[in-house]
């Protein structure tokens, strides 16, 4: 069976509308998780328990999705 690997984190952004960490060492990574049901009950949690501070946010990352430098990137990669 293959693993998907989930990183839940967060922490407080510069504004609320932006996705830009205030202090990248204050990055609370939550955990690591199997698959993203569990992933995204962590997330519940951490998110529920910030949710009076404005500037804090929580995300999943979706580790198994990462790709290989070595593998060629596809078109649309390459412009972003």
Do not use: C
Not at 7 to 19: A, M
Not at 59 to 74: N, V, W
């Amino acid at each position: 069976m293959t693993q998907r690997l989930h990183l839940v984190f967060g922490g407080e952004l510069v504004k609320s509308s932006q996705n830009v960490f205030k202090n990248v060492d204050d990055i609370h990574i939550v955990g690591m998780y199997p698959d993203y049901a569990s992933a995204y009950v962590a997330w519940k949690d951490a998110a529920q328990r910030t949710v009076d501070e404005a500037h804090t946010r929580y995300y999943i990352a979706h580790l198994h999705r990462l790709r290989d430098e070595e593998t060629p990137a596809s078109p649309t990669e390459e412009l972003g």
